[in-house]
């Protein structure tokens, strides 16, 4: 006998035909964001409501800023994976009311609204304020690291830059001293050799010079780093020995009873210590 759980065909035919709606229990926090998203002023927090008279019609800030927060409600940063989502999530489904905006779009709206979504957060401590969610006065403050797009090899401090110098020096030692002894054997052999060496001393040359740019731009930094492809992230330690992340360190209170965030703020400071002024 067959005790399995089973499902219902794919090609079933429904005489009454279910709602979206349906799926989305009434405790689902996806109607708490919907509900939430409705109730602010979004021109009065920096976004367009406006369409533009010409050109392809747009999604309404509120449609992305649902997409955003039900993203980081579930830990969904991604701009392709939002597209993903909003095309085979019920959740969002529901929620963005089938919309799916594509990735190019969904970071465009992120870049263009930053300043708007940091408000937004302060919305939600207003709201939580009124509805006297935050009546203890007990709170619970501390940092996490998180890195940025720039990786370690992208970040310079100056003895970072020195300990590199030094290595290229000795290469540079090393590629002369094997051009002078190949030059001394008038074969094709050596030539080829001597050649492949040049090539190498011409990409150390060119990085010694890049080394030494890099050196310049330091002296006007005020933390003596500079990252390449993320300029604001700094290199910092983190809790495992001899580890750490080019990032960000993101210090948030939170409420002791209901675990709410009740503030945030974001640095390129490594350390907590001056984070709580």
């Not at 409501?49 to 927060?69: D, E, N, Q, V």
């Not at 959740?91 to 779009?105: H, N, S, V």
Request: proline share 3%; with cysteine; hydrophobic share 35%.
């Amino acid at each position: 006998m067959n005790r399995f759980i089973k499902g219902e065909a794919r090609s079933q035919a429904t005489l009454f035909p279910e709602r979206i709606d349906d799926y989305i229990d009434e405790e689902n926090p996806v109607r708490v964001v919907d509900v939430f998203v409705d109730s602010i002023d979004l021109p009065a927090l920096g976004f367009k409501t406006i369409p533009a008279a010409t050109g392809r019609p747009s999604y309404h800030p509120s449609t992305m800023l649902k997409l955003f927060i039900y993203g980081y409600l579930n830990r969904i940063q991604s701009s392709r994976r939002l597209e993903r989502e909003a095309g085979r999530n019920v959740e969002l489904m529901w929620l963005l009311g089938r919309l799916a905006p594509d990735f190019k779009t969904i970071a465009d709206f992120r870049k263009n609204n930053g300043k708007g979504i940091r408000k937004v957060c302060g919305e939600f401590v207003q709201i939580c304020r009124k509805l006297n969610l935050f009546v203890d006065a007990f709170v619970a403050i501390d940092g996490s690291k998180f890195k940025g797009v720039n990786t370690r090899d992208k970040n310079f401090t100056k003895a970072k830059i020195k300990r590199r110098l030094e290595q290229i020096d000795e290469s540079i030692a090393r590629y002369l001293g094997q051009i002078a002894s190949a030059d001394r054997h008038d074969t094709q052999q050596s030539h080829h050799k001597i050649e492949r060496l040049e090539t190498k001393l011409g990409k150390l040359n060119a990085e010694v010079i890049k080394l030494n740019t890099l050196e310049q731009r330091l002296q006007s930094s005020p933390d003596k780093q500079v990252s390449l492809t993320d300029p604001d992230a700094r290199s910092m330690a983190t809790s495992g020995k001899g580890t750490g992340i080019v990032g960000y360190n993101l210090q948030a209170a939170v409420d002791a009873k209901h675990h709410l965030i009740v503030a945030h703020e974001v640095t390129n400071v490594g350390n907590d210590r001056s984070a709580l002024y």
